[in-house]
């Protein structure tokens, strides 16, 4: 395993990771891509394409602020899973950037898809934190990878406001997805 982190817009492979992101997420739960791109060039946000010897393996898209980093959406290509590639990225992010939350849409009873996914991070270094929100309707659970960090409101709606620094995408991310967090049961 060679992997490679490569800046989507210095990529070959837009056209996969496209493919990848519109694959992995369901369509609530995602931001317009023209969005993600936009904001990925602001010198805080990282979207990478994941690459093993050339071979197209996945995405990730992080925000970075506050001496924290979000990890908004990371997806290895389904035809790349059960690889270890998802467990050696987290362990590569979590080596460079330390502190990192994540919010997963929350495991319900049944739902395996969601318990696996849970479970898949908590194998990999995220924590659970007892924080959940409600965001456009879907309830999300927060992951971080230090056991004990506080997760505030302020922190969540960072990672919304951190996104751009335009005027104009603040708003439209606004419209997008709710960022007046509520911490549910």
């Known amino acids: 395993m060679n992997l490679e982190y490569v800046d989507y817009f210095k990529s070959n492979n837009k056209d996969d990771i496209k493919r990848i992101y519109i694959e992995s997420f369901p369509k609530s739960e995602r931001f317009p891509f023209w969005m993600l791109k936009n904001c990925a060039k602001e010198e805080n946000v990282v979207f990478d394409v994941i690459l093993d010897n050339d071979k197209v393996i996945g995405m990730e898209y992080l925000i970075n ?17 059960n690889k270890g590639y998802g467990s050696k990225v987290l ?4 080596e460079k950037y330390k502190t990192i939350i994540l919010s997963i849409e929350r495991p319900r009873k049944n739902l395996e898809n969601s318990k696996n ?13 007892n924080k959940f929100i409600l965001d456009s309707r879907v309830e999300y659970e927060i992951l971080c990878t230090k056991k004990d960090y506080n997760i505030t409101k302020e922190i969540l709606q960072n990672r919304y406001n951190r996104m751009s620094n335009s005027t104009i995408m603040k708003y439209l991310i606004r419209k997008t997805f709710d960022n007046n967090i509520n911490f549910i049961k």
């Not at 602020?65 to 899973?81: G, S």
């Not at 362990?91 to 979590?94: E, P, R, S, W, Y």
């Not at 996914?117 to 934190?129: A, H, I, M, S, V």
Request: hydrophobic letters at 30%; aromatic letters at 20%.
């Open 65 to 81: 602020y506050d001496n924290i980093t979000y990890l908004m959406y990371f997806a290895i290509d389904e035809k790349q899973r």
């Open 91 to 94: 362990k590569d992010l979590i």
């Open 117 to 129: 996914r849970k479970n898949f991070y908590l194998r990999n270094g995220f924590n659970e934190t």
